[in-house]
């Protein structure tokens, strides 16, 4: 069994920067595509921002292109969104995720591990 915790959160302001980062347990982290997500209450879970299990190919939301950044260590596990200049739509409770396949997915049913999700307000 895999598990992901998310650290990092916290209430931020316009235009303020955070990283999160998201540890893996286990022994397959370096053959798993992994992902961020983030939900508002009332709304569906949706894609941030996915890279490839070496860290070769990532992908982004479109609002989030050129502010956000994904990257991951393999060596220890873990996988980064480094989030600069964020704005009060980047709100919301964030979900690292994982899946064993080489490609990265935008729907949240192709992901098998979920972390538990920290929050991130962004105050105006």
């Known amino acids: 069994q895999v598990q992901l915790v998310e650290s990092g959160g916290g209430l931020v302001q316009t235009g303020d920067s955070l990283r999160l980062s998201c540890t893996a347990s286990?022994?397959?982290?370096?053959?798993?595509?992994m992902g961020w997500f983030r939900q508002v209450a009332g709304k569906e879970r949706e894609f941030v921002a996915g890279?490839?299990?070496?860290?070769?190919?990532?992908d982004y939301r479109e609002s989030v292109k050129g502010r956000f950044a994904i990257s991951r260590d393999n060596a220890k596990n873990t996988v980064y969104l480094q989030m600069n200049s964020l704005k009060p739509e980047d709100t919301g409770t964030y979900y690292c995720?994982?899946?064993?396949?080489?490609?990265?997915?935008?729907?949240?049913?192709?992901?098998?591990?979920w972390g538990q999700g920290t929050q991130v307000p962004v105050s105006s």
């Open positions: 286990g022994s397959t982290f370096a053959t798993a595509s």
């Open positions: 890279i490839s299990p070496r860290g070769v190919s990532t």
């Open positions: 995720t994982g899946r064993n396949f080489l490609a990265v997915m935008k729907r949240p049913t192709s992901y098998a591990y």
